[in-house]
Nanobody, 118 residues
Framework: QVQLVESGGGLVQAGGSLSLSCAASGGTFSSYNMGWYRQAPGKERELVATVKWGGSITTYADSVKGRFTISRDNAKNMVHLQMNSLKPEDTAIYYC???????????WGRGTQVTVSS
């Protein structure tokens, strides 16, 4: 069983920055593709960013491209999401996600709230 715990959420003004972290325990972290998702009230959960197990290949939603950066540290079993130039529409609960690169077994964190005020 893999456990994922997010941290770093909070309240920030539009234009500000926030950094989220996800700590993983159990399993083999370097075997997992990692991602960040978010969900606002009344909306579907959406993919924000992903980073593959090797750490070099990343993807981003068009809405955050150029503003957010995903990274991972396999030695520390952590993945990060640096969020810059935040907008009110970025307000959501942000979830950490892990998926085994071969078996596709996957796990979710419980989420951390990000609120961006105008």
């Amino acid at each position: 069983q893999v456990q994922l715990v997010e941290s770093g959420g909070g309240l920030v003004q539009a234009g500000g920055s926030l950094s989220l972290s996800c700590a993983a325990s159990g399993g083999t972290f370097s075997s997992y593709n990692m991602g960040w998702y978010r969900q606002a009230p009344g909306k579907e959960r959406e993919l924000v960013a992903t980073v593959k197990w090797g750490g070099s290949i990343t993807t981003y939603a068009d809405s955050v491209k150029g503003r957010f950066t995903i990274s991972r540290d396999n030695a520390k079993n952590m993945v990060h999401l640096q969020m810059n130039s935040l907008k009110p529409e970025d307000t959501a609960i942000y979830y950490c996600h892990a998926r085994h690169r071969l078996t596709e077994t996957n796990w979710w964190g419980r989420g951390t709230q990000v609120t961006v005020s105008s």
